[in-house]
């Protein structure tokens, strides 16, 4: 019965929620099969930051990415198929807690949200939270009517690296 | 996503549960209307009223707007769908990110697991 109950378990994946929570707040949760030191590990090393950030799902690729982890530090990442063609993302870190909470800007324009992660252990797992609190209401409202179009754009450019790559295999 | 769209379906049809929010939807299908003609057409008082229209704002099946003193609802299907959509994009996006991270937890746990056993020897 209990050996069931593990391997429903760890059948189960960690499931993401993402809610807007009010006219100005976005708050995503997710739980990981670690502890805090070593999920936060992987937020603030840029080497192993890279390795998760741009999913290959998400169809982008992270041209570089630099992390300068400590209050007043700044990062800065960029995505994009080449450096001509390249979205800059950047701001710095205003609040940084070892293994609990990291609280960053986004100043890639001039109504960016302020994202706050923390990172809560319970019996060897943690609760990671990531909350997106924007400037105004309007704000959240210009994110929201953006994202599709930059997504669906995304989602195009991964279609045609698969095609690509499909046609690659296919002449090998 | 299952999760995510479970809570908003549940919250819409806790929404769409009462005759009285079904017919407030009905009413402002025809045209945008105040707090205060909602409670005359529907027979209550305009704080029974305000909680109806808060559940159906929740569920995102009504915007409110305050002009002045008066608070006006009209039909906020649209920009709850449109909302959905983005968030669960946003979400997708970020789920993969996690499955992505998981890997790396995973490699990091046994990687520690081998450093506590050298160290101990």
């Known amino acids: 019965m209990d050996a069931r109950r593990e391997s429903e378990a760890t059948a189960?994946?960690?499931?993401?929620?993402?809610?807007?929570?009010?006219?100005?707040?976005?708050?995503?949760?997710?739980?990981?099969?670690?502890?805090?030191?070593?999920?936060?590990?992987?937020?603030?090393?840029?080497?192993?930051?890279?390795?998760?950030?741009?999913?290959?799902?998400?169809?982008?690729?992270?041209?570089?990415?630099?992390?300068?982890v400590r209050t007043g530090g700044k990062y800065r990442f960029e995505?994009?198929?080449?450096?001509?063609?390249?979205m800059a993302f950047f701001g710095k870190y205003i609040e940084v807690i070892p293994n609990s909470r990291l609280v960053w800007t986004n100043e890639e324009n001039d109504e960016g949200a302020v994202t706050t992660v923390t990172f809560e252990e319970k019996g060897g797992k943690t609760l990671l939270v990531l909350h997106?609190?924007?400037?105004?209401?309007?704000?959240?409202?210009?994110?929201?009517?953006?994202?599709?179009?930059?997504?669906?754009?995304t989602f195009a450019q991964l279609d045609e690296l698969l095609a690509t790559l499909g046609a690659s295999v296919g002449r090998s | 996503m299952v999760q995510y769209s479970q809570t908003r379906f549940d919250v819409s049809f806790a929404a769409l549960s009462d005759a009285t929010r079904r017919g407030v939807l009905e009413r402002l299908g025809r045209a945008d209307a105040s707090i205060t003609e909602l409670a005359e057409k529907f027979h209550m008082t305009l704080t029974g009223m305000k909680k109806h229209v808060g559940v159906l704002a929740q569920a995102g099946l009504v915007t409110t707007e305050k002009v002045g003193r008066v608070?006006?609802?009209?039909?906020?299907?649209?920009?709850?769908?449109?909302?959905?959509?983005?968030?669960?994009?946003?979400?997708?996006?970020?789920?993969?990110?996690?499955?992505e991270l998981d890997n790396v937890v995973e490699e990091?746990?046994?990687?520690?697991?081998?450093?506590?056993?050298k160290k101990r020897e």
């Open chain 1, 12 to 68: 189960m994946k960690n499931s993401t929620m993402l809610e807007r929570k009010s006219e100005r707040e976005m708050v995503l949760t997710r739980t990981f099969n670690g502890p805090a030191r070593i999920v936060f590990e992987a937020w603030t090393k840029p080497e192993l930051l890279k390795r998760w950030w741009a999913p290959k799902s998400s169809g982008m690729a992270l041209l570089s990415c630099e992390l300068d």
């Open chain 2, 108 to 117: 990091l746990k046994r990687k520690e697991k081998v450093d506590g056993r």
């Open chain 1, 79 to 86: 995505f994009g198929q080449d450096s001509s063609k390249s």
């Open chain 1, 132 to 153: 997106e609190l924007y400037p105004s209401k309007e704000a959240l409202d210009v994110a929201i009517a953006g994202m599709p179009e930059g997504m669906q754009e």
């Open chain 2, 71 to 99: 608070r006006t609802c009209k039909l906020g299907l649209r920009r709850l769908e449109e909302e959905a959509a983005w968030i669960e994009k946003y979400r997708q996006l970020w789920a993969a990110r996690f499955d």
